[in-house]
C-alpha cells in the first residue's frame, strides 16, 4: 500500500499541498479531485519523486520513497510506478513498437529478444493490434491514449499514475479512457492514484474520492458517500462541474 503523511510542497509564492494525508490500499482507485491549478499534479509528481517533497513522508509498501537521495534506490522505487501522463508524452520519433518497449529497456531485466512479445501483450490488453510499426503522428487522439497506457504497465508495476485521463477530449473518447481504467482493474489488480476535475469520471471509477482544496483534503470518501458530503467547497465544484457537462 502507498501512505502519505503530512506531505507538504511550496513553490515560489504558492503553497500547493499542506501536511496532505491519505492511504491508498492495495487494489484501489484513489481518485483525487479539484479544479485546474490546485495541486493535483503536484500530488503524484511528489508520489513518484518526479518532485521533492519539502517535507512528510511517502511510505510505499514500507519504504519512505520522499527521503530517498541516492538516485539508483530512486530509480529501483520508482519501479513500482507507471505513470500515465495529461498529453500521453509519446515520443514523436518512435514507433510505437519503442515508445511501449522504452522502459523495458531501463526499467527490466527481460532480455531484449523479448521485448517484441511483451509489447503486442500489452497492446492487446489495451485493445489495440497490428499498430507496432506506426508513429504517434499516425495515431488517433483514443489510439495515442492506449499506447501511452500500455506503456505505462508494460514494466509490470504495481501502481498506475493517471494525471487528467480525460482532459481535452471529445465524449466517447472520453468514455473509451474510462472504460479502460476500469479495465485495466479487472484485468491485471493495478492499484490505480487519478488526478481528475472531472467528477463525473472520479465517482463512477473509484473506490474512493478526495478533494483538494487550498493544499489540503477536505474529505476521502467512497463515490457514494462523497456526492452526498456537504462541504461547502465540495458542493460548488460538484455542481459547477455537473452545468459543464
Known amino acids: 500500500m502507498i501512505i502519505v503523511e503530512n506531505l507538504s510542497k511550496k513553490f515560489p509564492g504558492k503553497q500547493v499541498l499542506k501536511n496532505v494525508s491519505c492511504k491508498i490500499e492495495d487494489g484501489d482507485i484513489f481518485s483525487v479531485i479539484g479544479p485546474s491549478g490546485i495541486g493535483k499534479s ?6 513518484i519523486r518526479l518532485l521533492k517533497p519539502d517535507s512528510g513522508r511517502i511510505e510505499v509498501d514500507g519504504a519512505n520513497i520522499a ?34 518497449s522504452f522502459g523495458l529497456k531501463y526499467l527490466t531485466d527481460i532480455p531484449a529478444f523479448k521485448h517484441s512479445a511483451v509489447v503486442s501483450e500489452k ?6 493490434n497490428n499498430v507496432e510499426n506506426l508513429k504517434p503522428a499516425e495515431l488517433s487522439v483514443g489510439m495515442k491514449k492506449r499506447v501511452a497506457l500500455a506503456r505505462a504497465v508494460a514494466t509490470g508495476p504495481k501502481y498506475v499514475l493517471y494525471d487528467e485521463p480525460t482532459t481535452g477530449l471529445d465524449p466517447v473518447t472520453g468514455e473509451m479512457v474510462t472504460e479502460l481504467i476500469l479495465d485495466m482493474k479487472k484485468k491485471t489488480g493495478v492499484t490505480s492514484v487519478v488526478v481528475t476535475h472531472d467528477v463525473k469520471l472520479a465517482l463512477r471509477i473509484s473506490t474512493r474520492v478526495a478533494m483538494l482544496y487550498d493544499g489540503e ?12 458530503l456537504m462541504n461547502p467547497e465540495i458542493r460548488e465544484f460538484i455542481e459547477i462541474s455537473s452545468r459543464q457537462r
Open 42 to 47: 503536484t500530488f503524484i509528481k511528489c508520489m
Open 67 to 100: 527521503d530517498i537521495e541516492d538516485e539508483f534506490e530512486l530509480a529501483k522505487a520508482r519501479r513500482s510506478f507507471g505513470y500515465l501522463f495529461q498529453e500521453g508524452a509519446l515520443f514523436d520519433s518512435l514507433t510505437v513498437m519503442e515508445n511501449v
Open 123 to 128: 497492446l492487446a490488453l489495451v485493445g489495440l
Open 217 to 228: 483534503f477536505t474529505a476521502v470518501e467512497p463515490p457514494e458517500k462523497f456526492q452526498r
